[in-house]
């Protein structure tokens, strides 16, 4: 499989990007499909200039903006999915190296978040997947394991920032998790009624600046549905039903202080009309 996008932007910067993909994937009789790609994509500026208030309100914060200028990645990927008796057992790995990877960064004390890029960036993960065929005539299970880290280098080059970066080297991002784990099922109960959960574990955000990260952390949602004829339906979904509270992010440079949503109930009611 191979592809080529031309793209061209124009405001306060003018970008062009070139930007190819290719990909293979190769099915081993006994040992399942192995597959690879290269990417490489083109993310236009998120604004291109911001004025009034908040830029005075900026210089008094001791920020000054920079035009923002596109992100550029570059992607590699392989992966190795292997069937087991109707189940689907899935690795990857990726490395996402980036040029002005966009961020965003709190404006002062303000509730302000404002996109900026960085200079060099790199997202490095391993993931592994795995779903079930549908056991019992009534249940599918799944989970999705990654390890990642998220880093980022250089000057800052765009956006409204004072923020001095370390003079060599790589620096963590907000987004630094390391271990996310989500499992769940799907069971299909008697009377057109259907039930899912989801736990989720994480090993913590980045504390402050790092090195350190953040206590880990599980949540668990829920779902409950019923299937009304043949195109209304009814669905009842609970999110974090323990009411777990924690900080996704504490006096980052980048992100400021985050908590985690308490519980989150919600009713849904969907027709599908004939088209």
Known sequence: MTGVRFE???GILNEHSTSPRLGAAINV??????????????????????????????????????????????????????????WTLDFDRFHNRTRNAVDHDVLGNSSLLLPLTIERGRVRAYESTLRSPQLFNRLRLHYSLSYMTAQGAGKITGGLTNF?????????????????LAA??????????WLSDTVIYGSGFLRGDGPHHMPHHTTLDLALGKNIGENLSLKLTALNVTNNLFLTGIDNSFAGTHYYAPREISVQLRYRFHY
């Not at 830029?55 to 990645?73: K, S, V, W």
Request: no cysteine; charged share 20%; proline share 10%.
């Open 184 to 193: 769940g099922s799907e069971l299909s109960l008697p009377g057109r009624l």
């Open 29 to 86: 009789p006994y040992l399942g499909v192995f597959r690879g790609s290269y990417s490489r994509y083109y993310q236009h500026p998120q604004v291109s200039t911001i004025s009034g208030p908040i830029i005075e309100f900026a210089a008094h914060q001791g920020f000054t903006f920079l035009p923002i200028p596109g992100e550029r990645d570059e992607i590699w990927e392989v992966g190795w999915a292997i069937p087991i008796h109707g």
């Open 8 to 10: 061209r932007f124009s």
């Open 164 to 180: 001095q970066p370390p003079k060599e080297g790589f620096f963590l991002l907000d987004h630094d998790q390391r271990v996310t």
